[in-house]
């Protein structure tokens, strides 16, 4: 691992990975390739040119290109691909799925074709717990479960998953997975509930909560998540998969009165409302595979979503233009005539 491509690497955790990487491995070279959707911005690699001069470069590219994918691994002589480059919101994916195919489907099967012609290049896939779908009860995921996806976006994560397999049993690719749970921190798109529900409760606008709030999420703050993926990158066993998250969940009600305790903003502001289509109640992931690899979170999910919603309130800089332009035309076409529901509380 000298030359490794991130792609996706302009968005939320790909951002916080390349700054990580560069940090901690000091003879590594970090090629970016990133199309520049709405999620992608180069306000969020800031100064990387400037800290880490040769060793940083970004491409602008569509990993669905194959022509400029392959121009890309051979200019800058990549042997290791990290894939991050996806649609990520299940909203979105909702709302229109085309977007999903193509990018989470398509664009991991270009850069495997790439890997595979230019030597069995090192490739890392970034998935989640997402593809496993609802889990019932007290179980927790681990690895060796099958895979029982149920949004549009969990159904892409899990078909590229399908792709990297394979690429690594008929090809003999080196492959791995992580399957990340919720992530949380700085530079992520306030489309996600958390980024959402603090830059809402700093305008003093009503929390939108899905149906009534009692779904369960493993919020874990990125920087783990970053360290597992280095972790599985030096220490990983090819050809398989690693959950990582913290391994305890919480309600979306208990995580909306952490933010809204840290930010000093009144309950008031919870509003449930009608529920996402097939919405997943549950994910919950056995982290002790990661953990046997020598890995362990630095913080708790309360924690993370304290240190976040600190991030958020110093930081308006960044998410304020967000807030101001596009994101407008998306809120209300998810928000606007979505039902209030009065549930007691
Ligand atoms: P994000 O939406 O913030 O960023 C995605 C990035 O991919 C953006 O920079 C975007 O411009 C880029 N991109 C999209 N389509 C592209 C294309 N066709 N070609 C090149 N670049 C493209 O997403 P994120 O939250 O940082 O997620 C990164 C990865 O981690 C994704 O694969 C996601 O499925 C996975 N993941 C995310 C979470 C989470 O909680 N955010 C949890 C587990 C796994
Ligand atoms: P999200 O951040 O979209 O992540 P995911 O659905 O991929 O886990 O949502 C996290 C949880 O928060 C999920 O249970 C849906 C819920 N949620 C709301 O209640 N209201 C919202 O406005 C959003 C975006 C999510």
Redesign the pocket.
Known sequence: MENILV??????????FVRYILKNEPDVQVTV?????????LE?LANLKESYGRRYHFIQ?????AAKVEETVTASDIDTII???????VDRSILDPD?FV???VY?TYVLLEAARKFGNLRFH??????VYGHIEGQRRSVEGDGLDPRSP?SAS?ASAELFVNAYNITYGLPVTI???????GP???PE?VVPLFITNALASMQLPVYGDGQQMRDYQY?TD?CAAIHLILRRGRIGEAYNVGTGSEMTNLAMVEILLDELGRPRSLIQHVEDRLGHDRRYSLDVAKIMALGWEPDHTPEEAIRATARWYRENSWWWQPIRDGEFQDYYQTVYGDRKALDLPR
């Open positions: 792609t996706g690497g302009a968005g939320f955790i790909g951002c916080n390739y990133d199309k520049l959707t709405y999620a992608g911005r969020n590219g569509d990993i669905c290109d894939n991050f480059a996806a649609e990520t919101h977007a193509k990018t989470d664009g896939q970034i998935s989640t717990d997402e976006y994560k992580s399957r990340g749970a919720n992530n949380i530079y992520q798109y996600k990125v998540h």
